[in-house]
């Protein structure tokens, strides 16, 4: 499932598109780097605060380091860690992204050494900018984020059977951090394929092996 993302653009962009403020002072260092995310990286991340809606900075492991591996994608949401989540606008949030990855089922050689998988890249054609469910807590201080999952569209399935990331449209966005907890279910579903659309496999790590030359 989805371990990789970016977000291309400014916050300023993010403000605009989802009438929010900053809930924080503006990240300035330069460890954080938004256009790419990856498991316990930082990420921008929508949430309310009271009646506000901002702009926040999250990292990407809802179990903060307390489990075996980052816990970057939450799916079933009848368990009790996760329903406690779900029950709670307060702890929902949108992700905004640009486009995210899942990597090819099959290896391939590309220039040399062992094969490896190519990376598809997948985006939402009606959203330049589109809106993953997700939750979020705080520990210790630090805020923490995971994306929602459900069962993968006609797109996605080649790639990537076991799910995809939950894509809200425009107008469930309100409802997902607003709602009950049957609207977190009802919501809890895949994008429709025909606004999506993938580019890949590309393999940013390897080079082509050069021609050879017959003389």
């Known amino acids: 499932m ?10 300023e962009t993010l403000l605009e598109r989802f009438s929010a403020d900053w809930l924080i002072e503006k990240p ?18 929508v949430r309310a605060e009271g009646a506000k809606r901002g702009l926040d900075v999250m990292a990407w492991d809802v179990t903060a380091g307390q489990a075996p591996w980052p816990m970057t994608n939450v799916r079933n949401l009848k368990l009790p860690q996760w ?5 709670q606008p307060e702890n929902r949030c949108l992700i905004p992204l640009t486009e995210f990855c899942e990597w ?3 290896t391939h050689d590309v220039g040399g050494g062992r094969p490896v998988k190519g990376e598809m890249w997948f985006k939402v054609t009606d959203q330049p900018i589109m809106a993953i469910a997700g939750f979020w807590r705080e520990i210790a201080g630090t805020r923490y984020f995971a994306m929602v999952t459900y069962d993968a569209n006609e797109l996605v399935a080649p790639i990537h059977p076991k799910a995809m990331i939950t894509i809200l ?6 409802r997902w951090l607003t709602g009950s907890y049957q609207d977190v279910l009802d919501l809890q579903r895949p994008y429709p394929a025909d ?11 390897r ?3 050069s021609p ?4």
């Open 2 to 11: 989805c371990n990789r993302a970016r977000m291309a653009g400014e916050p």
């Open 28 to 45: 300035r260092d330069n460890r954080f780097n938004p256009k790419e995310l990856y498991p316990k990286s930082r990420a921008y991340v």
């Open 83 to 87: 329903r406690g989540l779900a029950e």
């Open 104 to 106: 090819t089922p099959d």
């Open 169 to 174: 449209a425009p107008d469930d966005q309100d």
């Open 195 to 205: 606004q999506m659309e993938v580019r890949g496999p590309v393999f940013p790590t």
């Open 207 to 209: 080079k082509p092996a």
């Open 212 to 215: 050879r030359i017959h003389s």
